[in-house]
């Protein structure tokens, strides 16, 4: 993310409290990889999550989020091949949602959705029966099935606020808890805890502390460096995304 608001504002200093602080996502879809797969499938357009490094994007034809990614795939042609990627649960619930047969879909995962499981679901189920379950596209398919809805972290934030229900299972990290209960401090959350551990916060963005935060802002380091040659390549498919209405 601190990437793109580099890629976007090239001339502006970005900085972010933890350099470490990355993403599964990232991780799991390298650009040497991307590359080599363009070599071997030119005419296929790549779809490319915001969660990719910027040397991913700027191999990639459309960047997309998890709120506008079945509108981004719809907005290419019927019969254009497709490499969805890096998330697997997401490249399939968008497949499913688009009906794109000729849609490839890259195999990373987030750290934190990819490991919640049915079987969690059903104990919360059980302890709070008259819940509404809201699931991030991201969870495994088996959780979607279960979902009352399905969306992104804002579009699960505006549901659950907006929703008459009092009472919601929440399926994606949970650092969306503080913006629900100060939205709706009535109503009750409950978030499921994934399959290896007691909790559904993500490592990566829990290195990001508000001492780290206050330093960068202070000494305005470490700062997101990018070359431009990068940043120009990668800014042409975020601005097709941003063009969509």
């Known amino acids: 993310m601190a990437e793109t608001a580099k890629i976007l504002n090239p001339h502006r200093i970005v900085v972010v409290p933890d350099r470490e602080a990355g993403c599964s996502l990232v991780d799991s879809c390298p650009a040497d990889q991307v590359r080599a797969y ?13 969660n990719t490094s910027a040397e ?11 709120r506008n990614a079945v509108q981004v795939v719809n907005s290419i042609p019927a ?19 688009t009906g794109r ?11 934190v959705h990819a ?19 809201a699931a991030h596209p991201e969870c495994p398919p088996e959780i979607l099935k279960s979902a009352d809805f399905i969306g992104s972290t804002s579009a699960i934030i505006d549901w659950c ?6 009472e919601f299972i929440i399926m994606t990290e949970s650092g969306v808890s503080h913006s629900l209960q100060q939205r709706a401090p009535h109503k009750k959350y409950h978030f499921v805890p994934n399959e290896y551990c007691n909790c559904s916060e993500c490592p990566y963005m829990k290195r990001n502390t508000l001492e780290k935060l206050r330093d960068c802002l202070r000494s305005l380091e470490p700062r997101v460096e990018l070359s431009p ?7 042409i498919p975020i601005e097709r995304m941003l063009a969509l209405r």
Not at 56 to 66: L, M, N, P, R
Request: aromatic share 6%; net charge positive; charged share 25%.
């Open 79 to 97: 019969g254009k091949p497709i490499l969805f990627l890096p998330d697997i649960n997401l490249g399939n619930y968008v497949k499913k949602q």
């Open 56 to 66: 991913v994007k700027a191999e990639s034809d459309i960047i997309c989020t998890s």
């Open 38 to 50: 363009k070599k071997l499938h030119p005419d296929d357009a790549i779809v490319s999550y915001i």
């Open 115 to 133: 490991t919640f499981s049915a079987r969690r679901l059903l104990s919360a189920r059980a302890q709070h029966p008259a819940a509404l379950l």
């Open 101 to 111: 047969e000729n849609m490839k879909i890259w195999q990373g995962a987030c750290v």
């Open 229 to 235: 040659e990068i940043m120009e390549r990668a800014r």
């Open 161 to 166: 606020i907006h929703h008459d229900a009092d």
